[in-house]
């Protein structure tokens, strides 16, 4: 699991597997083969019966076992360490298991997913967290959500048009939480979700004086913010899909009227695509190269702790921020077999706005390849280690599912 330091609610909660697969060869179980697999002993439930490989399928989606993610921690910006976090599959008594799409595609309804885990870094930095990913009446509501108690230390470097940027150590001591509520228009693959996103956070500094450096609304503590997205997705799955786009755009506002500190705006646009080419002689594709592009913006009196910053793997959480943040990414997966796969990536981010023009910014770009083994067939989920070098740091990532959120 790929960690961000800043937004444990988002990457800790959201980046374990939000949604089961839709892919068409997802099985569709009655009552009775379900209550076979679940007296089944766990050395059948860990196999494949399509290739007698390990896999997690029937465990998890049969079973109603639970996942464990290990998160294993070298963020540059948090040192290193780790936790793990449990994510339990519940496929809902009486509910549909499949539905047609609007140009007749049989998908798989997904499972409700909960979770919960605890992490610590060689910094001191702490968090435990909780949350679910559930779906209704056929897939047509969503919820995604969940609540993190943190404690985390990190560094904030000053963006600055002339002079190099200065490092500023600092911790934020809090609660923060995320939820979310989508509603599918029509029988598209388009929602339209409202969010409520709050954090009440302690600031403190390694240094007393350094907080000198920020006007008293950069250093606000509470914000409590109510958005606004609309996402289009068809990727033949959500945890490590093959095909297809994943669309969103989405607008935060926080405002004491809701119950912040300070009042300011912040804005994403993103968008995944992927694409699959090449035959595997056992079926499914040899590549798939994937395209990722992410702009997220600022407006408004904004705690320093809230500004848009690079996400790319190879670059530490929060190392490059300001008011505007872009970033291109591309990956290409070359599955070697049914079962394993390697990858490679590259892409590039900008930051700009606050003392910096567009032009001014600096492109920075980071690198790497990793290894991944397909964990559950069911579900299209894969997972594997990344090593990715940037422009001060290299480092390792342990991925469940996509590594792009």
Not at 62 to 87: E, K, W
Not at 340 to 354: C, D, K, M, P, S
Not at 356 to 364: A, K, L, P, Y
Request: hydrophobic residues 40%; proline residues 5%.
């Amino acid at each position: 699991m790929r960690m961000d330091a800043r937004s444990f609610v988002l990457a800790l909660l959201l980046a374990s597997p939000a949604q089961a697969a839709c892919a068409q060869e997802a099985v569709a179980r009655s009552a009775a083969p379900g209550q076979e697999a679940a007296s089944a002993p766990a050395s059948q439930l860990l196999k494949d019966p399509h290739d007698d490989k390990f896999d997690m399928s029937r465990w998890l989606l049969d079973h109603r076992g639970f996942l464990p993610v290990p998160i294993i921690i070298t963020d540059p910006a948090l040192g290193t360490g780790g936790g793990v976090a449990l994510t339990f599959f519940q496929s809902p008594a009486g509910a549909a298991t499949t539905r047609t799409s609007a140009d007749g595609r049989k998908t798989m309804v997904p499972p409700n997913i909960y979770t919960a885990g605890a992490m610590r870094t060689s910094n001191g930095s702490q968090a435990y967290f909780g949350g679910a990913s559930l779906h209704f009446m056929d897939d047509r509501w969503r919820y995604r959500g969940g609540v993190a108690k943190s404690d985390i230390n990190l560094d904030f470097y000053t963006p600055g048009r002339f002079l190099p940027p200065q490092k500023i150590g600092y911790n934020t001591d809090g609660i923060m939480s995320l939820q979310q509520v989508f509603r599918r228009l029509g029988e598209q693959d388009l929602f339209v979700g409202l969010a409520w996103i709050y954090m009440d956070l302690d600031i403190s500094f390694d240094v007393d004086s350094d907080r000198e450096q920020f006007t008293p609304k950069e250093l606000s503590e509470r914000t409590s913010g109510l958005g606004l997205s609309l996402e289009f997705d068809n990727r033949d799955n959500t945890f490590t899909p093959n095909s297809g786009w994943l669309g969103m755009v989405e607008g935060n506002f926080y405002d004491d009227l809701i119950g912040s500190d300070v009042d300011f705006q912040s804005y994403r646009s993103h968008a995944f695509g992927y694409l699959p080419f090449g035959k595997l002689a056992a079926g499914g594709n040899r590549f798939v190269l994937g395209g990722r592009a992410d702009v997220r913006w600022a407006n408004g009196d904004i705690p320093f702790y809230r500004l848009p910053y690079i996400d790319l793997r190879g670059i530490g959480s929060a190392r490059y921020q300001d008011t505007r943040a872009a970033t291109l990414e591309t990956e290409l997966r070359w599955n070697l077999t049914p079962r394993w796969a390697v990858i490679g990536f590259v892409g590039g981010g900008r930051t700009w706005g606050r003392h910096n023009s567009f032009g001014d910014g600096q492109t920075e770009v980071s690198k790497g390849t990793g290894v991944r083994y397909l964990l559950a067939r069911q579900l299209g989920l894969y997972t594997g280690i990344d090593y990715a070098w940037g422009p001060e740091d290299e480092t390792f990532y342990v991925q469940v599912g996509s590594a792009w959120r």
